[in-house]
């Protein structure tokens, strides 16, 4: 892997050095945080019937050589392979999504990482569209704070649960557990995301990034796009525009062969293997 090209990617190539980079907590928050605002979640090759790729080589090229995000279990597993050349030990996680009635989908629904350091183990995770932007330290019922959000985990059996705090009430996001697990593993739910009517990823185009005082987000022809708590919603009139609001807030400039879809159609490819 181009580490450099990756750190350019991030925007942190003039900040590290990568004689001095170590794999400690303090550049696991920085590379972390640095993703989240330079590399979106956005499943648009899903509606420009483009299969998802969980293969290392294909996701740096996509993600680093063209500038482009993807979902969970691209952005996730590059990250990992950028962290475990920096000299982290990295472990998979199969996690579940919580719907709004509380309950939790199916078994490898979201990919999340186990980072595990001297000062203990870290919950990392730069594919959950607008979740926390630093790791989370695995510690059952620390409350843990992040700028206007509070988040903590909840043990269950084995299981652990990660919750954000809301109006009121803590609102789970999804369950784990550390059983460690493979990339391969992701493949058919990965399918299942991109070719199932019943898939979130399949009803929405969806391009979210982070930014340094907020977040900016394009869902189907609405933009949002909140600063210090502010926050403020528009129509995109077009695909002029909306093309040029993909260049201009998200840096995704998509080739003229490849054509985006406003009516979902389901591919036809096979899962990977």
């Given at each position: 892997?181009?580490i450099?090209?990756?750190?350019?990617?991030?925007?942190?190539?003039?900040?590290?050095s990568?004689?001095?980079?170590?794999?400690?907590?303090?550049?696991?928050?920085?590379?972390?945080?640095?993703?989240?605002v330079?590399?979106?979640?956005?499943?648009l090759?899903?509606?420009c019937?483009?299969?998802?790729?969980?293969?290392?080589?294909?996701?740096?090229?996509?993600?680093?050589?063209?500038?482009?995000?993807?979902?969970?279990?691209?952005?996730?597993?590059?990250?990992?392979?950028?962290?475990?050349?920096?000299?982290?030990r990295?472990?998979?996680?199969?996690?579940?999504?919580?719907?709004?009635?509380?309950?939790?989908?199916p078994e490898?629904?979201?990919?999340?990482?186990?980072?595990?350091?001297?000062?203990?183990?870290?919950?990392?995770?730069?594919?959950?569209?607008?979740?926390?932007?630093?790791?989370?330290?695995?510690e059952?019922?620390?409350?843990?704070?992040?700028?206007?959000?509070?988040?903590?985990?909840?043990?269950?059996?084995?299981?652990?649960?990660?919750?954000?705090?809301?109006?009121?009430?803590?609102?789970?996001?999804?369950?784990?557990?550390?059983?460690?697990?493979?990339?391969r593993?992701?493949?058919?739910?990965c399918?299942?995301?991109?070719?199932?009517?019943?898939?979130?990823?399949?009803?929405k185009?969806?391009c979210?990034?982070?930014?340094?005082?907020?977040?900016?987000?394009?869902?189907?022809?609405?933009?949002?796009s909140?600063?210090?708590?502010?926050?403020?919603?528009?129509?995109?009139?077009?695909?002029?525009?909306y093309?040029?609001?993909?260049?201009?807030?998200?840096?995704?400039?998509?080739?003229?062969?490849?054509?985006?879809?406003?009516?979902?159609?389901?591919?036809?490819?096979?899962?990977y293997?």
């Open positions: 892997m181009d450099l090209a990756y750190l350019r990617r991030l925007n942190e190539a003039p900040l590290i990568l004689s001095t980079l170590k794999p400690t907590l303090e550049a696991l928050r920085l590379l972390h945080e640095a993703h989240l330079s590399v979106p979640f956005e499943n090759d899903i509606h019937g483009l299969p998802l790729r969980l293969d290392e080589e294909v996701l740096f090229q996509k993600i680093v050589g063209w500038r482009r995000g993807g979902i969970c279990y691209e952005l996730n597993a590059l990250f990992a392979r950028l962290l475990r050349e920096l000299g982290y990295i472990t998979y996680l199969s996690a579940e999504v919580a719907a709004e009635d509380g309950t939790f989908g490898y629904g979201h990919l999340a990482l186990l980072v595990r350091l001297k000062e203990g183990e870290w919950l990392a995770d730069v594919g959950f569209s607008s979740s926390f932007r630093k790791p989370l330290h695995l059952a019922g620390k409350v843990q704070m992040q700028r206007e959000c509070v988040y903590r985990l909840a043990r269950d059996g084995e299981n652990w649960i990660l919750q954000q705090y809301e109006k009121g009430v803590w609102r789970p996001l999804y369950r784990f557990n550390l059983r460690p697990r493979e990339l593993d992701f493949a058919h739910m399918h299942y995301q991109q070719t199932s009517p019943d898939s979130y990823f399949t009803q185009r969806l979210t990034r982070a930014t340094t005082t907020g977040r900016l987000t394009l869902c189907e022809r609405q933009y949002i909140s600063a210090h708590g502010k926050r403020e919603e528009r129509n995109i009139m077009g695909d002029k525009e093309m040029e609001t993909l260049a201009r807030d998200f840096g995704i400039m998509l080739p003229p062969s490849v054509q985006l879809r406003w009516e979902w159609q389901q591919p036809i490819f096979e899962p293997q």
